[in-house]
C-alpha cells in the first residue's frame, strides 16, 4: 500500500538564518581579516544553518565534515586511490576547501583524530598553508579561504575536548536555543506549522532543557522542534509527534522517559 503525502520540497538555496545575535557581522569581519572561526553550543541549535547561510552570503563554495572518532587527517586532505589501474590524487574536502578559496567547516571537531590539529595548525595562523606531505605540495590558502570549527561543550569529558593549543587558534562564537519567540518563529518557518500550535511545543523543549544535567545529557533541540512540529504539520498526532521527536531520542531510561511524558501531558 502507498500512501500520497504532500512532501514540502527541499530548499535549493539556503533557508533562512534567524540570528540570534550579531553573529553575523562577527562572521563577516573575522572572513575578511582571514580569522578561523570555532563555533560552541549544544547540537541542532543551529551552528551548521549559521555556517551555510554566511556561505551563501558571501558567495563561497561549502565544504561540511562531521567529524567522528576515526576521521583521520588525510580524510581531510586526500589520498591516492587506485582508479583503472591507475593511481590518483583526490583531494579530501579541507584541501579542496584550501585550493577553492572556499570554507571549510568541520562539524564537532573534538571527535576527529589527533592527528587532525597537526593539519589544521599551519591553517589557522598568519602562515595559512596546507602542506601535503604524500603530493609534496604546499597549498596556500587563498584570501577568501576560511576554516570554521564547531563544538559540543556538553559532551565535553576529559579525554575529549579541545586542546589549548588549538582552541587559541580561533575566534569563538558561543551559540544557544534562540529566544522563545524566535524559536517558535523558526520552527513553524522550517515545518509549515502555525505559531500557535508551535508555542506549546516550544514551551515543552524548553522545560525540558531545564531539567538537563539532572537526569538527561542533552535537551531537545530546535531540529527535535523541527521534525515533531513537521509530523504534525504532516497529520500525525500531536501526542504521537511529541513522543516520537521530542521524547524518545533523548533518553532510554523508562523513568526518564514517563517523567518526560507527564510533562508533556501537562503542556499540550
Ligand atoms: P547544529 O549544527 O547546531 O547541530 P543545525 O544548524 O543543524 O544545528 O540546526 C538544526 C535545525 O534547526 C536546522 O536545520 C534548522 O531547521 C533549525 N534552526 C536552528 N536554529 C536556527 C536559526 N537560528 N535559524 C533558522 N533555523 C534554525
Known sequence: MTIALPIRPAADAPAYYSPSANECSL???????????????????????????????????????????????A????????????TVWVDGPLTRAVREGGICYLDEIVEARKDVAVVLHPLTDDRRILPLERTGEQLAAPASFMLVVSYNPGYQNLLKSLKPSTRQRFVAIEFDFLPKSDEIAVVSAESGLADAQVAPLVELARRIRALKGHDLEEGASTRLLVYCASLIDAGVPVREAVLAAMIAPLTDEPDVKTALTELADSLI
Open 75 to 86: 580524510d581531510l586532505t586526500g589520498r591516492y586511490l587506485l582508479m583503472g589501474g591507475d
Open 27 to 73: 562572521f563577516e569581519r573575522a572572513w575578511a581579516r582571514r580569522l578561523p572561526l570555532l563555533l560552541k553550543g549544544p547540537t541542532g541549535c543551529g551552528k551548521t544553518r549559521f555556517v551555510s547561510h554566511m556561505a551563501a552570503k558571501l558567495g563561497l563554495p561549502l565544504s561540511t565534515v562531521s567529524c567522528h572518532d576515526d576521521l583521520a587527517a
